[in-house]
Every structure is written in C-alpha cells, then in structure tokens.
C-alpha cells in the first residue's frame, strides 16, 4: 500500500484539532516572534474556534514495515520513518557540559549507534564526509530539564544554512560554532547537509505498556508549499540564549492538502527518525524558492489518561558527500571499538607519557642551587606533561577518527600544548646559559640528575621551536609562489 493512499478503515488513524496551526489567510511581514503570534488568536487556530479544522492524522504504521530496511525507504522517500533499534544507553545525559568534559553513554555508545544507522541504512547511497553528534539530548517529561512538551506546530531551525547559523549563534557565546559549520559546508567533497532528530520514548514501554500519552505527529514536507511556511524565531534569552538574539525557526500555516502522520504505540525499542533541516550547494539562493525538506512536527493530544511521556530526541548533523557509484564499495560501517579495554600500544604510549616522573625523581633526589628555581620548572612541566598523557590515555586520541568525536579534550590538550611550549622555553632560558654543568657537574653548582632532568625537556622544546619557524617559512614561500 502506498503512503499516499487513503486508508478510512485503519482503526488508529486520529481525527484532532492539531495545536499551533496558523491561518491560512496571515500574511507574514519577514520574520514572525513566535511569542507574538501565538498570543494572537487571529492568527493561531485555538481549540475554542469553529473553524478551527478538525486533521486526519493517519496511522503511519499501517503504511510501513518496522523494518530497518523498509525505513531507510521511507526516511529517503518521505523525511521520516520508525527505525528498530535496541540501544545500550543506561544514562540519558542531558549535561551538555559534562558530556563535552566528562564523556557519556551518549557520546560513547548513543553517537557510534546512531552513525551505523545513518551510514548504513538511512543514507548508505552516500558518502558521508562527517557526523556530528552532540555530547547530550534532549529529554522531555517529568523530572527531565525539559518538563514541557512542543505542543504546537514547528519546524527548528528554518531553510536556509543563514537559518542555521543564526540558531547556533544565538546559544553559542564563543561564536565558534557556526564558522566551524560554514567551514565544513565549504568542504569541496561536501555537497550538502542534514539535521537528522533520533526521537524515542525512554520510560520502559514495551509491546504490552507502548507509550500512548501525547505521541509526535510528523507532517510530510512534500505535501507542504513554501507559501504555507511562516519564519518565526524565539527569543533566545528566554530559553537560555544570548539576549538579544533571535532564533530561526518555522511555523506553518493550514492547507488541508498537508498530509499529517504518527506512530501510535510506540516502545523503547522503537526511534522515530525525521529530517529537521536539509540543504544543498546547488539548492535556490532566493527563500521563497527553497523546497521544503524538513518535517513540522507536534506532539498531539490522544486524551490518554495514561502517566506522562518520557522521551528523549537527540539531533545530528551530517555533511553530505556524492552519491556512490555502483562498483563502490558497499562495506558496512562499523563503529569504532570503546574506550576500554585499551590496547597494548596505548599502554606503551602512556608508559612513555609518564616518563616524566623520572624528572621529579631526578629533582628531589639531587640538588642544583646555581639554579635556584629549577624545582618550580620540573615539577610544572612534570605535571602538565603527565596530564596530556593521562587524556590522550583515557579519550584514546590516538586512534583513529577519535580527535572529532572528543572535541573539547582536544581542545584541553592543545591548550595544555601551548602550556608546554611555554615551560619549555622557560626551560631554555634556564638550562642553556648554564650547559658546563652537563660535563662538570657539582653539588656546589648542579648536580647531574637536575641539569639532564631540564635539558631533555628544553631541547625538544627547542627542536620544536625550530620546526615550526621553517615550516612557517617554508608555508609562506610556497604560497607566496603560487600568488
């Protein structure tokens, strides 16, 4: 049966007033405050008014196989789909902080879950260039961060990359996170983008106790026009953004040719996958040429009687590569191996990360009054060295695609680099004006152990000064010859 046929005798299809619609006949003027046109009830539908319309909301399972297969079908014909998967997530971490410091089950095992699905199934006719899970989702119900539920019709983050970028710029304070999403959109091997939301209950419902309790609807973006769409945005203080700033985001006006779906009884085993935002290099510069490819959606009231919803959605964006050739390879994706147990070569590595100690030992058990403030050099490099060492450890940096998927300790340790380069050259301003004690050593001058303890550290500090300032030279000589 196709998804587009008529099916009056499915016992689950809704007949609802659908919350947040807008009337056909507004007329938006640029962006809309969502706040402003909710509160206007000649422009939003209320459940008081006559005409609000009464939707056939159609049960979407009776028009789709619970199988991964048949929902990378329908995800790719349609935007959304309801995918099988048992994950092995045990804490649902809604700490964005924390999952970028500490890690989670969401960036550890949720993410790696999540991109098989992606690679494999739901875009496996693509190359993908990249996967960008966040460090934590969204949980909704009670006891969650997010108690309340997005009971009116929206769509996130608008149509447009600008759209995009302006809702990371109006939560993000360092400004970092829409140049990093611009750079890898200009990528010449990606060719667009995807905002994919991974949408399940989480409240142990099973076959025999499904979720009934205010399900998500989907609307499908092909039966919507662009002229039905109203740009609203959000105050972004309001919800713990940057004041001042305005997010952008969808509202949708009513057409009764749209075509609205859900999936009733759905169980912890069971992902609602819908597109949020989808945009390509060669899509319409101009807005109200832009095709809709992202899903409104609501949560919907059955009356149920049953305890609240628990849910949680987590959104990934993906970079978008070419379409695979039939003799590429077709290769399942496999998700890269946990951070424990580590390997033997990790060992070895940390074995010499931690070789530092040996220079405490050299300090403490020697002495070096020429130079009195060896110690304090010593012990901080000892320390700051043994601490990338320790991170590189625990995050595994080393292997393979590990540097993405833990950004911020990444970030640690570069910064923990330049703390390096820093004592290091300290070092230098130390040890180097005082190399004879290296062949005449002394308890009245330096010691052995404390002179070698500063020289090994400060030479390799200083072969990496020298490195760097010829390949710098070497960077602008060729870029100065290509001009």
Known sequence: MSMDEEDPSSPKDLHIHIPGLIRPEFIP???????????????EYTKEDEDNPTIKVKDARAYQDITEEKAASLFNQKGFCLFPQITKVKQWNEDYIKGMICGSDIT?????????????????????????????ILRRGPGSKNSFYGSGVHQDFGITLQDYKNNIDAYDRSGQGSKACQKKFD???????????FWRPVGGYTRANPLLNKPLAVCDPKSVKNSDTVHTGLDAH???????????????????????FYYPAMNDNEVLVFKQFEIWKDDPKQREEMPIRGCFHTAIDKSDKTPPRQSTECRVTVYIGSKKEEDESTEQWTPPPPLYPKTGEEWCWLMLDLGSIGMIFAAVWSVCPAIPSYLSFIYSFAIVSMIVGLIKFHYSLRREDRL???????CIIQMLGLA???????????????????SNPS?????LGPILAMFIPSIIIALVIVGLIGFGVYSFIVSKRRR
């Open 29 to 43: 003027d640029n962006r809309q405050i969502a706040e402003k046109v909710t509160s206007h009830t000649q422009y």
């Open 108 to 136: 550890s095992i949720y993410a790696p879950e999540l991109e098989g699905i992606i690679r494999n199934h739901l875009l496996a006719q693509y190359n993908i260039i990249s996967v960008d899970c966040p460090p934590a």
């Open 187 to 197: 990528n010449k091997e990606v060719e667009g983008m995807m905002v994919i939301n």
């Open 238 to 260: 309001l919800y713990g953004g940057i004041k001042g700033k305005t997010t952008d985001q969808m509202a949708l006006k009513y057409n009764p040719v749209q075509q609205w």
């Open 404 to 410: 993405k998927r833990h950004s911020f300790a990444n």
């Open 420 to 438: 390096q380069l820093a004592l290091g050259i300290w070092g230098m301003a130390l040890v180097f004006p005082n190399l004879e004690y290296l």
């Open 443 to 447: 308890s009245d001058t330096c010691e």
